[in-house]
């Protein structure tokens, strides 16, 4: 190999390397925690602002890190016409993640729902009942409390963002009216349940 080889291999494009692929993998782990409500929060459940505080950043690092991979992938390709395994490493880390959340998605309210009634019930049945920081099939619950003779309000953890919190009402007589709330709305989801927005 002469001088001359080694120059010009030094002035050759560098592709994506292990800092974008461990760039990639960071913020799609965090992505992920957040999505299936692995990540563990400041109080002991996620919140709406915990997920926004982390999400966004997380969003941010992985746009950077795709720039930057699309402008040394297009130089290596383009440029220097040659192939480096390192230019498929990080869209195989999204792929997957992809498939994972399509393959493996978060429970949905219709799926916890029975558990959901159970507990709400069970709250209606009994004077004083109030839960909290309890965990129905997947769903973080900061709090479960009577608010009439016939309703029940489920509070979200995930649902807390500054002075908002949302959730489910349990109301088969009525629509929910939050009646300790500056603003509060709900839109009607099946039977007697509601989901709902808080506001203080």
């Known amino acids: 190999m002469t001088r001359a080889d080694d120059v010009e291999r030094d002035q050759r494009n560098k592709p994506p390397g292990p800092i974008v692929l ?5 913020s799609i ?4 925690c957040i999505q299936y409500d692995w990540q563990p929060a400041r109080y002991g459940n ?10 966004v950043p997380a969003l941010l690092v992985l746009a ?3 720039l930057v991979w699309a402008i040394r992938s297009l130089y290596v390709v383009g440029e ?27 429970t949905t309210f219709d799926e916890a729902r029975p558990e959901f009634e159970r507990i709400a019930r069970q709250v209606l049945a009994e004077p004083d009942t109030r839960l909290a920081d309890i965990e129905i099939d997947g769903f973080e619950i900061s709090y479960v409390r009577k608010i009439a003779a016939d309703e029940v309000q ?11 919190v949302s959730g489910w009402a349990y109301s ?13 709305s709900s839109t009607h989801l099946d039977g007697p349940w509601y989901e709902f927005t808080s506001t203080w």
């Open 172 to 184: 088969p007589n009525r629509t929910p009216n939050g009646s300790d709330s500056r603003e509060f």
């Open 46 to 55: 996620l919140t709406g602002a915990d997920a926004f505080f982390y999400g």
């Open 154 to 164: 489920f509070i979200d953890a995930d649902g807390y963002l500054f002075t908002t």
């Open 29 to 32: 782990v965090v992505l992920l």
């Open 64 to 66: 950077l890190t795709g």
């Open 22 to 26: 461990a760039m990639t993998v960071l």
């Open 80 to 106: 220097d016409r040659r192939w480096s395994w390192w230019i498929v490493a990080a869209p195989s880390v999204v792929v997957a993640a992809v498939a994972v959340g399509m393959i493996w998605p978060p």
